[in-house]
């Protein structure tokens, strides 16, 4: 406390002096009473220290604060070792660095410094901000003592550090997520973030904010269509959809508003998933789905033409077994009615018959021959002789089968065949193959037209393509062509198309067929080179 002491000098005084002089006294006494008052009542601590580092007096509240009595606090020094003082980082803090005795030497005040200091009633820390100001005597330069004032803020730091504290918890748990969080204002500027939404850009935390969503993760200058987040901040409600970025990963975004106390949106959050692997998933098993079904499909087709081919071919022998009885038992007669149609043909003169009974001779040779061909076709369906294949060029066979088949004289016939491709096959039944789709494309066109043979090669296998451009056949007729006895001639039997079909199969190929009534028709065979 500062002590106010007065001497009075001379022997000998006037009444009048004397009695101002005590007026001056009991102003000071008045003066050092509401001081007093003051400084015991006030809210914050006050301690006062000599340029001797004695500590001289303190209020009731820093008496508090430090835990201590008026006796223990004027009994000790700065240096004392019961002093526990520690700083903001909870490191001890040596003597000199208290800010009484900084200020004392230095001579410069020390203004709002964070200090705990241990309080043995508490058996805790008490948190106070402190400042020290140095006090001169007129004149001198050297502080003679230093006013301390202590202002507790251990609630403020505890509340801080727990503040502090679930900040970090949060961060550590937002940033030890795989999943991308980050928080925007109304404008979609990016206020905080977690640290997998950094590194999905290579860019750290800081340098996110205040950057728009829409400029980092899509490279664009206006908010994204369909965007989660905005459609949150328009309707209030959470939002959710996927979407893609332009270096091509899927991403799972929900967005959600964030209300005041008022109730009005603040400020908006993103969460953000990347799926680009369980995307990559689903397409790669959408395809492979689709591939089985495909897979599935053509092994359906294949079973459904092998078991088709299979109760084909067991009709064909069933059918061939009768073709071949039948073929046998009316050759002998035919031959006898064509051996008789002859002999009276060459034994009757016209002379000693009439007109009428040549026409019936006539007529019984032309339908024997007719019927012959029948017998013939009915034998060659019966039995396909053993195959005797080798490598032939197409040019020369195709050649030769047009070169033994009579030419009408109202079709054109063209080829296009390099001299190079060849077919391993029977030549003698691959002849009979061509001669029967040749002469089918004569009798389609009976009122002229024109006949193209090209072959070319596919890898393995060659195609020999028969295109006529006749009357075209029905779509109702194309899957029943290759069936025996079905035929549209008026005097067919149905069996022409079936032999040519079973002998292309017997030699390792394929017939297809493609035709457009009106148009023409276009025979393919597909036979190994």
Request: hydrophobic fraction near 35%; glycine fraction near 6%.
């Amino acid at each position: 406390m500062i002590k106010y002491k007065s001497e009075i000098a001379g022997k000998q005084e006037s009444g009048s002096e004397m009695e101002t002089l005590q007026q001056d006294e009991a102003a000071l006494r008045e003066q050092e009473q509401r001081y007093r008052i003051l400084f015991e009542n006030m809210a914050q601590g006050v301690f006062y220290q000599n340029a001797d580092r004695e500590l001289i007096d303190a209020n009731t509240t820093a008496l508090e604060l430090l835990g201590l009595t008026q006796e223990e606090f004027l009994n000790r020094t700065s240096e004392a070792p019961e002093w526990d003082i520690i700083d903001e980082n909870g490191e001890k803090l040596p003597a000199d660095q208290q800010p009484s005795i900084y200020a004392l030497k230095s001579g410069q005040p020390v203004k709002d410094r964070t200090l705990g200091v241990y309080n043995p009633q508490k058996e805790d820390y008490v948190w106070m901000n402190v400042n020290a100001i140095p006090l001169y005597k007129p004149g001198e330069k050297l502080p003679y003592q230093v006013l301390v004032t202590l202002h507790d803020i251990t609630e403020v730091k505890r509340t801080y550090e727990a503040l502090e504290q679930a900040e970090r918890e949060k961060a550590l748990i937002l940033n030890s997520t795989a999943e991308m969080f980050a928080y925007y204002d109304k404008e979609l500027r990016i206020q905080w973030a977690n640290k997998a939404s950094g590194d999905s850009v290579h860019m750290t935390i800081e340098e996110l904010i205040g950057l728009h969503c829409y400029e980092i993760w899509h490279q664009r200058n206006t908010p994204c269509e369909g965007c989660p987040v905005l459609k949150a901040l328009e309707t209030g409600a959470p939002q959710e959809t996927e979407m893609e970025t332009p270096d091509g990963r899927y991403w799972r975004v929900r967005g959600y508003p964030v209300f005041d106390d008022a109730g009005q949106i603040c400020g908006l959050i993103e969460y953000g998933q990347d799926i680009t692997h369980q995307k990559q998933v689903e397409i790669a098993l959408k395809e492979y789905s689709e591939k089985l079904e495909m897979m599935v499909k053509e092994r359906t087709e294949e079973l459904q033409q092998a078991q088709e081919q299979l109760v084909r071919r067991e009709k064909l022998a069933s059918l061939g077994q009768l073709a071949g009885g039948v073929g046998h038992e009316l050759r002998t007669p035919l031959n006898i009615i064509a051996n008789a149609a002859y002999y009276l043909k060459a034994t009757c003169t016209k002379a000693q018959t009439d007109e009428a009974t040549q026409q019936y001779l006539e007529m019984i040779i032309a339908e024997v021959k007719k019927s012959e061909r029948i017998v013939h076709d009915l034998l060659d369906f019966a039995r396909i002789k053993p195959l005797e294949k080798i490598r032939i060029p197409v040019k020369d066979l195709v050649a030769q089968v047009i070169l033994r088949q009579s030419q009408p004289n109202h079709i054109q016939i063209e080829t296009d065949i390099a001299p190079t491709l060849t077919i391993y096959t029977d030549p003698q039944q691959m002849e009979q193959v061509l001669t029967n789709l040749i002469s089918n494309a004569y009798e389609a066109m009976p009122d002229g037209g024109s006949l193209l043979i090209k072959a070319e090669g596919k890898e393995e296998q060659t195609q020999i393509s028969v295109i006529d451009t006749g009357d075209g056949i029905p779509r109702e007729h194309i899957d029943k062509l290759f069936e025996p006895l079905f035929t549209t001639k008026e005097n067919g039997v149905g069996l022409g198309l079936a032999i040519t079909s079973n002998l292309v199969e017997v030699n390792g190929g394929q017939i297809s067929v493609e035709s457009e009534p009106g148009k023409g028709t276009v025979f393919t065979l597909t036979l190994p080179a």
